[in-house]
Nanobody, 127 residues
């Protein structure tokens, strides 16, 4: 199970940190990441850390502004979001792979890969 927290309403240029606590499995052995879905649009991958930490990637739109991290002791992942823009407004979902191998991030972003999902948290960027 993945439980998210930390969404909200912030002004452009502001910051938010999303948290995603896992239970029932250890995040350190899984490829994990964040997705978002804006109104009227499909879900897109935002950031990913491959299991074992050998690969970390960001979508072009957030590169340099967002940072993904994982706290193994707390079994929690985070998404630190800085310099937020109105186009970052979306429901954000955390996810972890649900397969018997360690997928690379490009595969993790594919809709067909089995994943555990968080419940989603709304992030709204508005003056």
């Amino acid at each position: 199970q993945l439980v998210e927290s930390g969404g909200g309403l912030v002004q452009p240029g502001g910051s938010l940190t999303l948290s995603c606590a896992a239970s029932g499995f250890g995040l350190d052995r899984h490829t994990i990441g964040w997705f978002r879905q804006a109104p009227g649009q499909g879900r897109e991958g935002v950031s990913c850390i491959r299991g074992g930490g050998v690969e970390t990637i960001y979508a072009h739109a957030v590169n340099g502004r967002f940072k993904i991290s994982r706290d193994t002791a707390a079994n929690t992942m985070y998404l630190q979001m800085n310099n937020l823009k109105p186009e970052d407004t979306a429901v954000y979902y955390c996810a972890a792979d649900r397969v018997t191998y360690t997928p690379v991030c490009s595969a993790f972003f594919e809709e067909g890969l089995s994943k555990y999902w968080g419940q989603g948290t709304q992030v709204t960027i508005s003056p």
